[in-house]
C-alpha cells in the first residue's frame, strides 16, 4: 500500500520541483504522449499486481 502512496507523491514532487526551479517537465508536452507514460505506468501497476 506504501508503494502506491510514494508514487504519485514523489511524481507531484517531481512536477513541483520543476516548475519552481524553471526547468522544462520532463515528460511528453503532446497529450498522446502523457496517456502513453499513462498506459506504460498502468501496465507496470498492473504487472505487479498480478506477479507479486
Known amino acids: 500500500m506504501m508503494e502506491l502512496l510514494v508514487?504519485?507523491?514523489l511524481a507531484l514532487?517531481?512536477?513541483a520541483?520543476?516548475?519552481l526551479l524553471d526547468i522544462p517537465l520532463p515528460a511528453p508536452p503532446?497529450?498522446?504522449g502523457a496517456?502513453?507514460?499513462l498506459a506504460m505506468?498502468?501496465?507496470y501497476?498492473?504487472?505487479?499486481h498480478l506477479l507479486g
Open 7 to 9: 508514487g504519485p507523491v
Open 35 to 37: 496517456l502513453l507514460v
Open 41 to 43: 505506468t498502468v501496465g
Open 45 to 48: 501497476l498492473l504487472g505487479d
Open 13 to 15: 514532487a517531481i512536477g
Open 17 to 19: 520541483g520543476c516548475r
Open 30 to 32: 503532446k497529450l498522446q
